[in-house]
Nanobody, 112 residues
């Protein structure tokens, strides 16, 4: 059974940093691209980062490019999202995805 568990969210001041983690189980982790999304109530879920199975290829939308970095540790079956220079508009619930499976999300709040 596929399981994705996010952690690392919290409250941070503008300009601060957070690192999210997503621990995966129930599938061959290195065979799958991994994705981070975020969602604000009333809005569609937005893709903020993706990474290929062996971690070479990454992609970001302009809204986070240069501030967010996705990485993975296939030995630990974990994908990370390092978020720097956070802005209030980054406030959202952040989810990881593998294929059609989603985690439960972790709240990130950027506020002074």
């Amino acid at each position: 059974q596929v399981q994705l568990v996010e952690s690392g969210g919290g409250l941070v001041q503008p300009g601060g940093s957070l690192r999210l983690s997503c621990a995966a189980s129930g599938f061959t982790f290195s065979n799958y691209a991994m994705y981070w999304y975020r969602q604000v109530p009333g809005k569609e879920r937005e893709l903020v980062a993706s990474i290929g199975g062996i971690g070479i290829f990454t992609k970001y939308p302009d809204s986070v490019k240069g501030r967010f970095t996705i990485s993975r540790d296939n030995a630990k079956n974990t994908v990370y999202l390092q978020m720097n220079s956070l802005k209030p508009e980054d406030t959202a619930v952040y989810y990881c995805r593998a294929s059609n499976s989603w985690g439960q999300g972790t709240q990130v709040t950027v506020s002074s």
